[in-house]
């Protein structure tokens, strides 16, 4: 070696040769940066009125650093972040390029089911215009993902999922503003190499889990903060996966739910995301460091499997591991801003004004990998309950399964009175709500706005696939 390429070398060596030796130690898992979901491009027809395209298809993605071939909307895991303002019309066009039936469902927003069909087919090469305003007071954080009865499973594990994020009023309040957003899509993944592992008869019946267990498609990443005081969109787009949240060293402060903001914040110290569900949370760094988001170990039932002997462990679910989701890095001399006072009144629903009272009873043939709502499967022709355009509705809802099951209702947005008998702390607006075993939960429904079929159903989809779905028929 001459002395030019030497000194060269040397040269390289304060800057280039830290990247070398990081390429040569490929099994050294790398820190990524946190990726941001993409946004879907929308086009503004007039003021307030948007028009944007979105196609499912089989693509090529980076995930958890490397290439696998997932379902994706857009191209992208997670698919492109729908961004709207309360009050906008908007005109979706949906492309089926895949080579099976699929829908689409806007999971969350109280838009009607005649738009928002739940039964809807689009098949192969087909497309489907989605049309629907977006309702004053429901800035938050919201989701899109396939509703085929059969197909959900395979086809939210393979990757169909995106963020629908709704502007509003509310997001201007001091606290909130100035804080530093960021969406975190937590879904895991499963590959045999680079394709998705498809689903055995194990997880039909617990709902499958994967063992990458990523925000955005990211292994681990790193969230370099700019900003002292975080606004984290969160969305639990597993098919079964719970998140039981912590940040290190820090409380979370919870400022909206499903169907958007709480009155005020609520501290918290950890959170529980079941399926389906969202959260947003304000973070306040106000100390130099890194800090872990942690999914804390969480046991979701077992599926017992009573009687099958040496099989029994084989079957268990048992509790979920702890899981490093991300690391938070505060910036330097970090100073929070002061927290939200408090946001807007929730509407008190008086369940004394409720004119039905309903049951919804979960229950679980293991033996058969079934399950059933009020001990009947799904059944598309079939119209379970059938409510009246302007009513308020008390729903009472009991697991009688041995696992958590979180229930979901399309199109009205619920609050939830009592658990077990106990009130709910504070006031908000859900569309999914978690039980454990024997739980019993009340929730207030108000039927407004629109009539048509709409469906609920545990948002475990693997239990949505086996016959855990009623029909509810609103007419006027
Ligand atoms: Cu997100 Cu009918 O579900
Ligand atoms: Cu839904
Ligand atoms: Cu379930």
Known sequence: MNQINRRTLIKLGAFGLAGGYALSQSNVPAKPTFPEPPVLKTKMLKPGVLEAEV???????????????LLTYGGSFPGPTLRVREGDRVRLNF????????????????????????????????????????????????????????????QLFAGLAGAIVVEGPLDATPGVKEAEEHLLVLKDFALVGSR????????????????????????????????????????????????????????????????????????????????GERAEVLVRLSKEGNFKLQALPYDRGSTGMMGMGGMQNMMSAGPS?????????APSKPRPLPLPASFAPLERLDPAKARVTRRVVFSEDMMASRFFINEKAFDAGRVDFTGRLGDLEVWEIENK????????????????????????????????????????????????????????????????????????EVGG
């Open 55 to 69: 196609a499912a298809a089989p693509s090529q993605v980076n995930i958890a650093g490397r290439k696998a071939t």
């Open 95 to 154: 492309i089926n390029r895949l080579t099976e039936v699929t829908n689409l469902h806007l999971h969350g927003l109280h838009v009607s089911p005649t738009v928002d069909d739940p039964l809807a087919m689009i098949d192969p090469g087909q497309s489907r215009l989605y049309e629907f305003t977006v309702p004053r007071g429901s800035a938050g954080t919201y989701w899109y993902h396939p509703h085929i009865h059969k197909e959900v499973a395979p």
């Open 196 to 275: 998705i592992a498809p689903h055995n008869p194990m997880d039909w019946m617990n709902g499958k889990e994967g063992n990458l267990v990523l925000v955005n498609g990211a292994l681990r990443p790193m969230l370099r903060a700019q900003k002292s005081t975080l606004r984290l969109r969160l969305l639990n787009a597993s098919n079964a996966r719970y998140y039981r949240l912590q940040l290190e060293g820090h409380p979370l402060y919870l400022i909206a739910t499903d169907g958007g903001f709480v009155e005020k914040p609520v501290e918290l110290s950890e959170l529980l995301l079941a399926p």
């Open 321 to 329: 591991q702890l899981e490093t989701l991300l690391t938070v890095v």
């Open 401 to 472: 399964g041995d696992m958590d099951h979180p229930f979901h209702l399309h199109t009205y947005p619920f609050q939830v009175l009592e658990r077990n008998g106990v009130a709910e702390p504070f006031r908000s607006w859900k569309d999914v709500v978690n039980l454990k075993k024997d739980d019993l939960v009340r929730i207030a429904v108000p039927l407004r706005d629109f009539g048509g079929l709409s469906v609920y159903h545990c948002h475990i989809v693997e239990h949505e696939d086996r016959g855990m779905m009623g029909t509810l």
